[in-house]
T-cell receptor
């Protein structure tokens, strides 16, 4: 059974803190993605990676960075958390092929920045 | 870049009735259109998809239609059941792009 796990389901942080969100997949997928989900805005792509140490900006990369040191692990970093980064964060993975590959999602991390 | 609009944002139907969710996309180069279902407390999960060389695809009670000329596609759920209650997202992808552009989501509620 395919599995994408995220390190925390709920997280509360203070403004200015450095925040790490971890995602691990066990499907040997090349592609990994970070989205944020907000009511009425759907899923918006923050960053994605198609190989170890490779990353590409999505639609809303400002205020975020990512790290992919191993194929199975993709980390999202908030260098200095702000209240407007309070959101649900979803990680996903897919195989290498181009358009038309299923993305498998983790359960999400709900982040509250106070 | 691609822009996907989804309507309605909320939809309530009686159990056994049909539900239709519609999406439009902006980039005529898009050629892959998946639909994801997100149940409470879970991540989205693919339920059906369609490619640009096909006009309609069915899988039991769910179907998707695609009109490339008008650049819109729709999800149809027949004989709705309470377990169909969830948030549904449409998405679009083009060419060799690995990333998807998602719509804003539809909260479907099936009333018993």
């Amino acid at each position: 059974d395919v599995k994408v796990t995220q390190s925390s389901r709920y997280l509360v942080k203070r403004t200015g803190e450095k925040v790490f969100l971890e995602c691990v997949q066990d499907m040997d997928h090349e592609n990994m993605f970070w989205y944020r989900q907000d009511p009425g805005l759907g899923l918006r792509l923050i960053y994605f990676s198609y190989d170890v140490k490779m990353k590409e900006k999505g639609d809303i990369p400002e205020g975020y960075s990512v790290s992919r040191e191993k194929k199975e692990r993709f980390s999202l970093i908030l260098e200095s958390a702000s209240t407007n980064q309070t959101s649900m964060y979803l990680c996903a993975s897919s195989t290498l092929a181009g358009a038309g590959e299923t993305q498998y999602f983790g359960p999400g991390t709900r982040l509250l920045v106070l | 870049g691609e822009n996907v609009e989804q309507h309605p944002s909320t939809l309530s139907v009686q159990e056994g009735d049909s539900a239709v969710i519609k999406c439009t996309y902006s980039d005529s180069a898009s050629n892959y259109f998946p639909w994801y279902k997100q149940e409470l407390g879970k991540g989205p999960q693919l339920i059906i998809d369609i490619r640009s060389n096909v006009g309609e695809k069915k899988d039991q009670r769910i179907a998707v239609t695609l009109n490339k000329t008008a650049k819109h596609f729709s999800l149809h759920i027949t004989e709705t059941q309470p377990e169909d209650s969830a948030v549904y997202f449409c998405a679009a992808s083009m060419g060799s792009a690995r990333q998807l552009t998602f719509g804003s989501g539809t909260q479907l509620t099936v009333l018993p």
